[in-house]
């Protein structure tokens, strides 16, 4: 494919997330935990030892326990985590054409579909010449960024004519996705009142991980040092924990279902829980911490639990995702014309 020097760059922003199976069921699940857990970056254990337990064990128990989570919290409209992303892309590429850009978003997933290599064929089928790699992981680990630049670069190996490519690896403490954070706590008090503890869950990994050097826990509590200062909590009104642990190794800690009955059994009455991590709602946060997390909290003495929502497509969300979007794309698109729009984008 020759593209003419002459013309403009068109230029694609891949917005990408982790994945989830096509349906809550046993099969579905399968096929995406194998594909997930075969990754080298997400289990870092030698294949001869990992692969014989995954095939022998995890992937004939696992699924189908997976697959009734899922399908406690399945929308009409599909998988919480892809309904999100997508309308996030979609919302983007409008937020961007209000400002004046041509810039065409679409979102793929680490795995399963949509598949990013297949995702970057679309789009240099389309004549796009020029693609941002946007992550919805606001702050970096080798197990999830990191990982979709892997898969990019097998497409890079793959290819001869390489687009022009430009990474995010992160934007944990960019102040409008702080913002949008605050908002999202501040709707839900004046809604339901304000609790005497800010629960801020991130997704946990192996503390191996961090011994290695991945930066990931330092920029969790950045976020959440952040998150609270806009919010003027003292350190006595939140605390960071960490979820969804996997396997005997020990995790990044505190853990947050431990936390959770913690304080329930030390008289705390009422819990507010916000996934700072995640930018979409998805199993993690509505089965894990919504269905799971709650009853660990009510059952060990607890009276309130209240879960506040991913970002989702909040207008100040997208307003973040744009100004993101405009920082990593100057020079392939000039400034923003106009000032940020509020809701005329939530279709």
Same mark, same amino acid.
């Given at each position: ?7 403009? &760059? $068109? @230029?694609?922003? #891949?917005?990408?997330? !982790?994945?989830? *199976? ?8 399968? =096929? ?7 990754? &080298? $970056? @997400?289990?870092? #254990?030698?294949?001869? !030892?990992?692969? *014989? ?8 128990? =696992?699924?189908?326990?997976?697959a009734k989570k899922y399908a406690s919290i399945w929308m009409k409209e599909g998988s919480p985590l892809e309904v999100w992303t997508q309308r996030q892309a979609k919302l983007l590429q409008g937020w961007l054409g209000h400002h004046g850009h041509q810039v065409k978003v679409v979102h793929a997933m680490r795995y399963a579909q949509p598949n990013i290599a297949k995702t970057i064929d679309k ?225």
């Amino acid at each position: 494919m020759r593209e003419p020097v002459s013309e403009p &760059p $068109r @230029i694609a922003i #891949l917005l990408y997330n !982790l994945g989830t *199976p096509d349906a809550p069921t046993t099969p579905a699940v399968r =096929r995406y935990l194998a594909e997930f857990l075969s990754d &080298p $970056r @997400i289990v870092e #254990l030698p294949r001869l !030892l990992w692969l *014989p337990i995954l095939y022998g064990f995890v992937l004939l128990t =696992r699924p189908a326990q997976s697959a009734k989570k899922y399908a406690s919290i399945w929308m009409k409209e599909g998988s919480p985590l892809e309904v999100w992303t997508q309308r996030q892309a979609k919302l983007l590429q409008g937020w961007l054409g209000h400002h004046g850009h041509q810039v065409k978003v679409v979102h793929a997933m680490r795995y399963a579909q949509p598949n990013i290599a297949k995702t970057i064929d679309k789009l240099r089928k389309q004549g796009v010449s020029h693609i941002l790699a946007l992550p919805a992981y606001p702050q970096y680990s080798c197990t999830t960024t990191a990982s979709v630049m892997d898969s990019i670069a097998a497409w890079n190996q793959a290819a001869r004519h390489l687009p022009e490519w430009r990474h995010v690896n992160r934007y944990f403490d960019h102040p409008l996705y702080i913002k949008a954070l605050a908002k999202r706590v501040q709707k839900h008090w004046q809604h339901h009142g304000q609790g005497q503890m800010l629960v801020m869950s991130y997704h946990g990994v192996p503390e191996r991980t961090r011994q290695l050097g991945d930066p990931y826990f330092d920029e969790c509590h950045a976020t959440s040092r952040l998150l609270a200062a806009q919010l003027g909590l003292s350190q006595q009104q939140y605390v960071v924990t960490f979820q969804s642990r996997f396997g005997r190794a020990k995790w990044l800690q505190p853990y947050t279902a431990a936390t959770l009955e913690q304080l329930a059994q030390k008289g705390q009455q009422r819990v507010d829980v916000i996934c700072p991590g995640f930018v979409s709602d998805c199993i993690e946060t509505l089965e894990e911490i919504n269905i799971e997390g709650r009853e660990i909290f009510l059952h060990a003495g607890g009276k309130e639990f209240h879960y506040i929502p991913c970002l989702n497509d909040s207008p100040a969300w997208i307003d973040a995702l744009g100004a993101i979007s405009l920082q990593h794309l100057a020079g392939w698109v000039g400034a923003p014309q106009k000032t940020s729009p509020k809701s005329q984008f939530l279709l």
